[in-house]
DNA sequence: ACCGCCGGGTGCC
DNA sequence: ACCGCCGGGTGCC
């Protein structure tokens, strides 16, 4: 119960409302939804009204009685303290202020009683408050029912909604007396809000959502089974306990969580929804294991263990007679696994088995449907699945029904409105497979689009999850923790580096150190350093004063990104294009600039999602976001540029994806080459590694692909053997770069040149020891998942890191500033306006030029 | 009786 | 609906 004492605690230090609550920080801010609800003042589009990004800050306004009428004329049926969804219909022929009602199963029970829609209907269309129904009672008659309508708002909209109410002759109950009621009747939480919503650091709130797992002892959860022949890797503990709970769980034929059979009939404990109808057992689940645990291995084995029928996949040997098939399995099974973005298959699979796969992206993927129904697995991507969802005709993937899916990286379906997270979804499954290190990023909402691909009914609707765990549990309501941790203990296994297993640490890594190497500039790097900085600094403090940062971002954003370039090469500086005079001109120069900067390759954040960027677009006001997050943004009416309030559209976005249009700065004009402070330390520590131990491989990483292409200069000249692994290089050229590192033939290469960002969570460079993080990120999350791929299962030596920080730089502030966001205590449920998420933007600017 | 009262027909939005 | 509401029939006690 540490949790929710915490929960409590930690609720008493914060104290204000969300609104006033200090943020410095845009990184571990809120997730995408709250952001854009800030950023974006009219609500994304929902039935229910209020949007989703707004209910965090709701509080219950009261309670009204009303009437649901004409029931004899639909079929939807409700049980005693059951839910309901309201759902207005504006189109209804006969009132336009209909507002229709529907049981859990969206079947219709009937509508609100013609004076009471008319006052409500204002109220939702205007999204003023959610309103949602409770049916308090069983009636014992055909024709109206009686239901307890609940006003969720934020604080700011009490006024409206109650004056507006007054109007039509109606006063909210209190809710405290209301709830009470209902309480009283073991009914669903109806809870006043007692509590204001819960503040916790993201990394409090990761450390107890992992405390929900600790406490797990009765669960079957630590039997193990061996895997079937088909499996050539050993399986450590874990993974055999990971294995045998995969099994049990698509073998299952449970009633899925909160569900019981009473009387013929199958009830929901959450929501007091009855049907006559078996609900679907739920065949897999979320594998939550930390990065590193082997969650692709135990993946596999589950698929070759579990094939067919609970029947492994056979091994054909041959032996001095011929072919000898192990098991008599049936081969073909009539349906298939699709596998998103999970790779590794063929080293852990034995090569006598008889598995046919294939791959399934790129443009000259397999669209046969005859042929991929023929396949045992298909393996695809997060790209060719989004692409295909939704195109006219059927797409093959979204065609088939699958026996199993598996989403490898299962985290990046978490946002639940964009097209991947949709395609996903819309997969047709028996069994269905989530593998993520980090189920939880930011707040509870994360979870929700995770638990919707499992089909868990009722949770596939996000009113549903939000009325019976989300928000009881970020108001601090224990029944409401209590349901979330049953979920969770039923759908997910996670296991932590910490985790014990017969007694032992489930994993014994070497030891990790990490070690600051401060560099000096040189005399003449840093007169142009100083330079540039000063000039940087005048150009700043101006927008500072005309309170015009946001607007110049992309010239901030250049000032910033040379700074640290120079910290790193003089060569690497990206040239100002000339500037125009116009303002037509200013601004595509403002555009030029931002596509010029963020080809160098560097690492920024999406000012909307907060999280790196990904197939970043620059709008015509030059400010820089996700392609997904903006396109989101624009959907909207008057759309409104995040960064500075612009008009926004489609067809002024320019394209820059920072891989494909890395340029090696003046690959024609390149200046005869000359080192730098930075790589001079580099090569320093390269050649000595070298001289002690030839054996030792490192890891050379930066957010600067151009940097890369610099080192490698000195690498040649001194005779090191090194690949190269970064964001544009193609499928197979990563599988090839990778293997070729990995190997231990005396050929090998002995430095990884690495793109900070490339490669996703299951990138695995343990043939190094060594990692130089030749310059800092935005992101110390970034930066801790790049120093895993070397330090984690497999690893035998001790790791040392070295970051290199140039004195007196934009660097030293960067490193202030990571240690800054991991101090500071931010809402994790909290909502953070427009202007607190730029004031924060602007106040990091000055600290990183000290103004 | 420009009322009251009765009892039948009727019924979501 | 074992209601409310409507509108027609009806009319001292």
Redesign the pocket.
């Known amino acids: 119960m540490a949790f929710w004492q915490n929960w409590y605690n930690a609720q008493g230090g914060a104290g204000a409302a969300s609104a006033h609550f200090p943020d410095g920080s845009f990184l571990f801010a809120p997730d995408q939804e709250e952001s854009l609800a800030q950023f974006i003042d009219s609500a994304l589009a929902d039935s229910s009204a209020l949007a989703e990004e707004a209910l965090d800050s709701a509080v219950l306004l009261g309670n009204l009685r009303g009437n649901v009428?004409?029931l004899r004329?639909y079929t939807g049926v409700v049980s005693k303290n059951e839910m309901v969804a309201l759902q207005r219909e504006p189109r209804?022929a006969?009132?336009s202020?209909?507002i229709r009602v529907n049981n859990i199963n969206g079947d219709q029970v009937?509508?609100l009683?013609?004076q009471l829609?008319a006052a409500l209907a204002f109220i939702l269309d205007n999204k003023l408050a959610r309103i949602e129904g409770l049916v308090p009672y069983k009636v014992?008659?055909k024709?109206?029912m009686p239901v307890q309508l609940s006003f969720w708002a934020p604080e700011a909209q009490r006024a409206a909604v109650l004056s507006h109410l007054q109007q039509h002759g109606l006063n909210l109950a209190p809710p405290t007396q209301g709830a009470g009621v209902w309480r009283a009747r073991a009914g669903p939480s109806y809870r006043a809000p007692s509590h204001q919503p819960v503040h916790m650091t993201a990394e409090q709130l990761k450390s107890e959502f992992d405390k929900i797992f600790e406490d797990i002892k009765e669960d079957n959860k630590t039997a193990e089974m061996e895997p079937a022949p088909a499996v050539r890797t050993a399986l450590l503990p874990h993974q055999k306990q990971a294995l045998a709970w995969m099994v049990t769980r698509e073998n299952n034929w449970e009633l899925p969580p909160f569900w019981e059979l009473r009387g013929g009939l199958y009830h929901n404990l959450l929501t007091n929804f009855t049907q006559s109808q078996r609900p679907d057992s739920v065949h897999g689940g979320i594998l939550a294991d930390d990065m590193g645990l082997g969650k692709t291995l135990s993946t596999i084995a589950l698929i070759l263990s579990n094939f067919h029928g609970g029947r492994p996949l056979p091994v054909e040997r041959s032996t001095e007679e011929g072919a000898e098939v192990v098991d008599k399995a049936p081969v073909s099974p009539p349906l298939h696994t699709l596998l998103v973005q999970l790779e590794q298959f063929e080293q852990h699979m034995d090569p006598g088995v008889q598995l046919r796969r294939c791959l399934y992206y790129g443009p000259n993927r397999p669209r046969d449907p005859d042929f991929l129904s023929q396949q045992h697995v298909v393996l695809t991507t997060y790209t060719t699945l989004t692409t295909e969802h939704g195109v006219k005709g059927v797409s093959p993937l979204q065609a088939v029904l699958w026996l199993r899916v598996v989403l490898d990286e299962g985290h990046t379906i978490r946002n639940p409105n964009t097209r991947q997270t949709r395609a996903a979804l819309a997969l047709k499954a028996q069994r269905r497979w989530l593998l993520t290190g980090t189920p939880i990023q930011n707040s509870l909402q994360d979870l929700w689009s995770l638990v919707s691909f499992l089909k868990l009914k009722p949770f596939t609707e996000r009113q549903w999850w939000h009325r019976t765990i989300q928000r009881p549990v970020s108001l601090g309501d224990e029944q409401g923790l209590r349901r979330l941790q049953g979920l969770l203990r039923n759908i997910t296994l996670r296991r932590t580096k910490n985790s014990q297993v017969r007694g032992r640490p489930v994993v014994t890594l070497p030891r990790r150190t990490l070690c600051l190497q401060h560099i000096s500039l040189c005399e003449e790097e840093r007169q142009i350093y100083q330079a540039i900085m000063d000039e940087g600094r005048s150009t700043i403090s101006r927008y500072l004063r005309e309170d015009s940062m946001m607007t110049h971002y992309a010239d901030v954003f250049a000032i910033l990104v040379r700074l640290r370039q120079l910290c790193c090469h003089p060569h690497l500086t990206a040239r100002t294009p000339p500037a125009g005079a116009t303002t037509e001109e200013l601004r595509a120069k403002l555009v030029r600039k931002m596509k010029m900067v963020l080809s160098c390759g560097v690492d920024e954040e999406c000012a909307i999602c907060l999280d790196s960027l990904r197939l970043p677009v620059i709008t015509h006001c030059a400010h820089v976001f996700c392609r997904l997050c903006i396109c989101q943004v624009i959907q909207q009416t008057n759309a409104r540029c995040p960064m500075c309030r612009a008009e926004v559209r489609a067809g002024q976005l320019v394209e820059c994806s920072p891989g494909e249009t890395d340029s090696t700065p003046a690959e024609s004009t390149r200046p005869a080459w000359v080192s730098s402070s930075k790589v001079d330390a580099l090569m320093l520590s390269l050649i000595e590694i070298r001289r002690q131990d030839p054996n030792i491989k490192s890891l050379v990483v930066s957010q600067f692909t151009a940097f890369l292409s610099l080192i490698e200069i000195p690498l040649r000249a001194e005779g090191f053997s090194f690949v190269r692994f970064d964001g544009s290089m193609s499928r197979s050229r990563r599988a090839k770069t990778v293997s070729s590192f990995q190997s231990c033939s005396p050929a090998s290469p002995t430095i990884l040149l690495l793109s900070l960002r490339a490669g996703g969570e299951g990138l695995t460079l343990t043939a190094a020891s060594r990692v130089f993080l030749m310059d800092p990120a935005w992101n110390p999350a970034a930066e801790d998942q790049c120093f895993d791929r070397c330090h984690r299962l497999g690893q035998t030596r001790d790791v040392i890191i070295t970051k290199f920080i140039v004195k007196d730089s934009v660097e030293e502030n960067m490193i202030k500033i990571q240690h800054r966001k991991r101090d500071l205590a931010i809402g994790a449920f909290a909502a953070k306006s427009h202007s607190e998420v730029t004031k924060a933007r602007v106040d990091e600017i000055r600290t990183l030029i000290d103004l």
């Open positions: 009428v004409g004329y209804n006969h009132d202020n209909a009937g509508h009683r013609r829609a014992n008659n024709f109206t």
